[in-house]
């Protein structure tokens, strides 16, 4: 079992940067991969970024490839999403969640775990 909580979601002009962090409880987070997704209103929940149990591997979302940084920090147990050049179509509530095999994947069907959602509003 793992629990999931998200934090730094905030209001943020466009141009500026906001780092969300996720805390995961339980022992086995380090062989979870950690996926970030976003939902804006009327819209699906989307892949964002995820990265590999070990961190040697990240992914993106082209929407916001060289603008978006996923890490992780087994150590502490938190998974982080430094968020650069934001934009307005930015805005959504972003999850963090945890996939089993620890390989990490870009469908949400593949996370057994999500925290309840950060809020994120970019203002133009």
């Known amino acids: 079992q793992v629990q999931l909580v998200e934090s730094g979601g905030g209001l943020v002009q466009a141009g500026g940067s906001l780092r969300l962090s996720c805390a995961a409880s339980?022992?086995?987070?380090?062989?979870?991969?950690m996926g970030w997704f976003r939902q804006a209103p009327g819209k699906e929940r989307e892949f964002v970024a995820a990265?590999?149990?070990?961190?040697?591997?990240?992914y993106y979302a082209d929407s916001v490839k060289g603008r978006f940084t996923i890490s992780r920090d087994n150590a502490k147990n938190t998974v982080y999403l430094q968020m650069n050049s934001l934009k307005p179509e930015d805005t959504a509530v972003y999850y963090c969640?945890?996939?089993?095999?620890?390989?990490?994947?870009?469908?949400?069907?593949?996370?057994?775990?999500w925290g309840q959602g950060t809020q994120v509003t970019v203002s133009s």
């Open positions: 990265i590999r149990w070990s961190g040697g591997s990240t």
């Open positions: 969640a945890a996939e089993p095999t620890g390989w990490g994947s870009r469908w949400t069907y593949e996370y057994d775990y």
């Open positions: 339980g022992r086995t987070f380090s062989s979870y991969a």
